[in-house]
């Protein structure tokens, strides 16, 4: 079964443990997906499968997608998303997956796209102190302050720390545990915040594990008789 599944954020809360313990979690539709496409070595040089999630309007859905989703029987999808897997073999086109490939105690990395928060300033984006507003500042108080490398190089390095765009790329948390799974209303509950805003779009994976090293016992000490 695939170890990944398409998801949307509906918020945080918080529930109780058995113990009387809040914990915070974040509440996510997990699916359901349909497989729409199944990519194989042999044909496309990689296996993976491609997940379709949530309903899409087909008057707004164009005929050349229309013909894609009516390969695997299914309604046209809003987000189309592709997950790596060891057997395509093991899937058909139309299968649907749910939020039962995961149980309470999985441990998952879960991909967003993190709030835009516009052109921001060194001390906003990177947590510069900034200037004294005394002795002698002059409108760069919350200013980045030297950036020049002398005459030699001349330049500025690649990688400066500087003002510019917050936010709204790529977010990944990883090693979140699963503490609430309710199939039948297709939600999952992960301890802690995730990436993005509210409503979006969500990629849940279960964490690959690392296989543990067995370590050398370090040798019996021995005594030694003093002088």
């Known amino acids: 079964m695939s170890n990944t599944i398409l998801g949307r954020k509906l918020g945080m809360t918080q529930i109780f443990d058995h113990l009387g313990n809040a914990v915070p979690v ?59 897997v060891s057997d395509p073999d093991l899937y058909e086109l139309g299968q649907v997956i749910t939020a039962g490939i995961f149980k309470v105690g ?27 507003a005394t002795h002698g500042t002059h409108e760069s108080k919350r200013g980045p302050g ?46 802690g915040p995730v990436p993005g805003a509210k409503n979006g779009l969500l990629i849940i994976k279960k964490a690959i594990k690392k296989p543990q090293t067995e370590s050398t016992p370090p040798p019996p000490e021995t005594e030694s008789d003093g002088e």
């Open 26 to 84: 974040t509440l996510i539709q997990a699916g359901p997906c349909t497989v729409t496409q199944i990519k194989s070595e042999r044909k496309e040089g990689y296996n993976a499968i491609q997940l379709g999630f949530g309903e899409r309007k087909e008057k707004r859905t164009t005929k050349p997608a229309k013909g894609h989703f009516e390969k695997s029987a299914s309604s046209p999808k809003r987000y189309l998303r592709e997950a790596t």
């Open 146 to 191: 030297s950036i020049g490398a002398s005459a030699d190089p001349s330049r500025v390095f690649k990688g400066k720390k500087m003002p510019g765009q917050m936010g709204n790329r790529k977010a990944t948390v990883q090693n979140l545990k699963v503490v609430d799974v309710r199939e039948d209303q297709h939600l999952i509950a992960v301890k």
């Open 106 to 132: 999985d441990v998952v990395d879960i991909s967003g796209t993190s709030k835009g928060k516009g052109f921001a300033g060194v001390m906003k984006r990177h947590g510069f102190s900034g200037f004294k």
